[in-house]
């Protein structure tokens, strides 16, 4: 009798604690009750088992899809050029290497040059050969360029 009480309160219990101590007093819960009824069998404790682990599993998936979607969106990162730079700067290029498109006006193509050097200055520990690379493409952009083929 005492036994029977004891597993009931369990199973209220059942719905008020988390799911990991949820899965536990149904374990518990049915062991109790077939221990006490006499049934000795062992399907029944394997199933209670498996009803258990699945609840378990259930809960944690539950929470895993939960804090998916509930992340941050994170913004995709821009695909960059892959590849070194060609051995005679073309205007393509230079639109590249600025970020702009290869029919922009010059007051853009200024804009573009100059936040990209503020990015890439050697005095402010910047490549010497990059910030070559840049005032070449903007030249090139302006129809400034003599086109040598090299950056120095």
């Not at 682990?53 to 804090?67: D, N, T």
């Not at 690379?133 to 086109?147: T, V, Y």
Request: net charge positive; hydrophobic share 45%.
């Amino acid at each position: 009798m005492i036994l029977s009480v004891v597993c009931r309160y369990q199973l209220r219990m059942f719905f008020i604690f988390d799911f990991q101590s949820q899965s536990v007093f149904l374990f518990l819960y049915l062991t109790l009750v077939f221990i006490g009824s006499g049934y000795t069998q062992a399907t029944p404790m394997i199933a209670g088992a498996a009803v258990a682990a699945a609840a378990v599993a259930g809960r944690y998936g539950i929470l895993a899809w939960q804090a998916f979607k509930a992340r941050p969106r994170v913004p995709r990162m821009r695909r960059f050029y892959e590849g070194g730079f060609q051995s005679s700067m073309t205007r393509r290029e230079a639109a590249l290497i600025l970020g702009v498109r290869e029919s922009v006006v010059a007051d853009k193509v200024k804009e573009a040059h100059r936040r990209v050097m503020v990015a890439n200055h050697p005095d402010a520990g910047g490549s010497h050969y990059l910030a070559s690379k840049i005032n070449e493409a903007k030249d090139m952009m302006l129809g400034k360029s003599n086109n040598s083929g090299s950056a120095f």
